[in-house]
């Protein structure tokens, strides 16, 4: 669908600036389900977007897993154990930064953003919806990426999934508040350009599929310093070893918190 186009979710019809929520206005957590819920149905009913999120990292996961065109390490695990955490990363990645930035930034050149800013929904519902939107494709990426890879022989370490998961709450956390601090800052021309540059230079050599400890010289030691880097080691350490990489947590957490910080100075509602 055009982004010139995009409707509103039920719940929020236009108000004058400031009123706030209407008497006839559905209370605020339906206002923002159905936000969330119209958010995830944009981005999986997308053709463009449903094969950034979905389709690319698992044609990622099978040719890493079925072919030798990238040479890895795996420290004795299985291939697809290995690999299996890093295309989540991925995939993760495509979702909560890439597809959230462009939707983000066209949605505020084209008033998206400040009509529904007016609306009984507010700013922060609305923002609480996106969240809840990418959260719940990311299940989707999750049941799918894993089935996919236990069909292929992955045996992930039961032990190490609590890790994993704040690992990945962390990940997206930090990518969503880049992709508003982005969103927010440049044009949507630029934020369509820079958003997929950004994704495709992380995932080569920001530590995602391939850790940072194989990467040349001292772009494994900067890797492990970016929020793609240590979201990699941290799902490897839970998913294959079964074990919380609480130093690569840590640079999450610190990543999480700074790009809040900065999508909260930069980002623009119009």
């Given amino acids: ?80 154990d290995f690999v299996a955490p890093g295309v ?63 069909g292929l022989g992955w045996r992930p370490e ?17 990518f969503t508040s880049l992709a508003l601090a982005l969103a927010g800052a440049l044009r949507a021309e630029a934020v369509l350009a820079t958003a997929n540059l950004v994704l495709v230079l992380l995932a080569v050599a920001g530590g995602v599929v391939i850790p940072a400890s194989q990467l040349p010289g001292r772009l494994g030691d900067v890797a492990l310093l970016l929020p793609s880097g240590a979201l990699g080691e941290a799902l490897r350490a839970g998913l294959v070893h079964g074990e919380l990489a609480g130093g690569s947590l840590l640079v999450l957490l610190a990543w999480a918190v700074a790009l809040a910080w900065g999508a909260r100075r930069l980002f623009r509602w119009h």
């Fill in 1 to 80: 669908m055009s982004p010139d186009a995009r409707p509103g979710p039920a719940g929020t019809a236009p108000t004058a600036a400031g009123r706030g929520a209407e008497p006839g206005a559905a209370p605020a957590v339906r206002r923002v389900l159905a936000q969330a819920t119209f958010e995830t149905r944009m981005i999986l009913r997308n053709g463009e977007q449903l094969l950034v999120t979905v389709i690319l990292p698992v044609l990622v996961l099978v040719g890493l897993a079925r072919t030798g065109f990238v040479d890895l390490a795996t420290d004795g695990a299985a291939r697809i």
């Fill in 88 to 150: 989540l990363a991925l995939a993760v990645m495509s979702t909560s930064f890439t597809s959230q930035a462009i939707a983000t930034a066209f949605d505020r050149r084209n008033g998206v953003l400040r009509l529904l800013a007016t609306t009984p929904l507010g700013r922060g519902g609305l923002l609480a919806g996106k969240v809840l939107g990418v959260l719940a494709v990311e299940v989707v990426q999750v049941v799918v990426i894993g089935a996919v890879a236990v």
């Fill in 158 to 174: 039961l032990a190490g999934v609590p890790a994993a998961l704040l690992a990945l709450l962390l990940g997206t956390a930090a």
